[in-house]
């Protein structure tokens, strides 16, 4: 058996389960709506396995679409980007997760900080149990689905963010140890890292989330609401610079359509950093930005949800090449153990 030849040029997944705001958009969907254009066969699914490892799936059921309409309304593109369910290729998929998890050990999956990251999150209240071992197993073996979900489309580059890289690594580590115990078979994913812009809380010194939510901007925040929070938002004192006024620059400026925009973004800080007491129009200049960017994309966002056929279409167009990579994988994998 020869390597299997790379599908998937760019591949990634994304889970739904929350309601996103402008730092998600800015952090994690805007540099994947701009490398889909440098790439022709760009694969993107819907998690919804990952997302019931501490979900419920009815809950989850709820997201899926939207994850979808957001998506779309952000700027993937279905032309170059196509999208499938996680869960439509469920049963090939576990299968393979289940015989790759034969080449990593308990061990591994133990030290894994991001399993020691999600315990923390979930068990805030009581620390006592804060180990690893008390994890639900499907969220043990989160890394180990991830890892099929890429070796299972036989990606090539894989765009995520820092928290992930733990998780590319072991996915490349199980290809190594299979394509080393049974010969040549899985291309080695490439791990491509998205440097986050880092995107904090309008109050304060946490990031933007949901768990803040008076200090983030969702992107279904109605106008009016976006302009409080902007108006009550913490920047600095006339000469200085911030972390909370660098927060807001970047969002004014990743966000800005216009250079004149731009422009008046740079004098204004320049004014301030000089003394002058210009916060207000700072934010006023924010705030148009911000509405702008969120109005455009609501319209979006409610033109697609009505196109029923379309969304459908487009899911079922992205599970029928899942399908595909799946059967292809696993039947290979298959014939290289004996099994
Ligand atoms: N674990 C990723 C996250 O939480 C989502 C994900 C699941 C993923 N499977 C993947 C990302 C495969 C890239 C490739 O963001």
């Known amino acids: 058996m020869a390597f299997l030849k790379y599908k998937t040029e760019l591949f ?16 994690a969907i805007l540099p994947i709506v701009k490398l889909q254009d440098k790439s022709k066969s760009n694969l993107v699914f819907i998690a919804d396995l990952h997302a019931i490892t ?28 196509k999208i499938y369910l996680q869960s ?17 050990t308990v061990a ?20 006592k149990n804060l180990k690893p071992e008390n994890a639900n197993t499907f969220l043990f073996l989160y890394p180990v689905l991830m890892a099929g979900d890429i070796l299972i489309n036989q990606a090539k580059k894989v765009p995520v963010g820092e928290d992930q890289l733990p998780h590319l690594e072991l996915t490349r580590l199980i290809a190594r140890r299979f394509n080393k115990k049974y010969g040549p078979l899985f291309p080695l994913p490439q791990t491509l890292e998205i440097k986050k812009i880092r995107i904090l809380s309008l109050k304060g010194k946490e990031k933007m989330s949901k768990s803040l939510p008076e200090g983030a901007i969702f992107l279904n925040d109605d106008l009016k609401t976006v302009a409080q929070k ?16 660098k927060s807001c620059i970047l969002i004014a400026k990743n966000l800005a359509k216009t250079k004149k925009e731009t422009e008046l973004i740079d004098q204004i800080i320049k004014d301030h950093l000089s003394g002058k007491k210009v916060m207000k129009e700072f934010k006023e200049i924010l705030t148009k930005i911000v509405q702008n960017f969120l109005a455009e994309f609501q319209e979006k966002k409610q033109k697609i949800l009505k196109e029923k056929d379309y969304l459908s279409f487009i899911l079922t167009e992205g599970n029928k090449i899942a399908r595909e990579n799946a059967l292809e994988t696993l039947e290979a994998m298959k014939k290289v153990i004996h099994f």
């Open 54 to 81: 501490d979900n419920e799936p009815k809950v989850i059921k709820q997201y899926i679409q939207n994850t979808l309409v957001d998506y779309l309304a952000l700027g993937i593109d279905p032309q170059k980007t």
């Open 88 to 104: 439509e290729i469920g049963k090939e998929l576990s299968f393979f997760a289940f015989l790759l998890s034969r080449h990593v």
């Open 230 to 245: 902007i108006k009550s938002a913490q920047t600095a004192f006339e000469g200085e610079m911030t972390d909370n006024l």
């Open 12 to 27: 990634t997944g994304i889970r739904p389960t929350a309601d996103l705001t402008i730092a998600n958009y800015l952090g």
């Open 108 to 127: 591994e999956l133990l030290r894994l900080p991001t399993l020691k990251e999600k315990i923390k999150q979930k068990l805030k209240k009581n620390l």
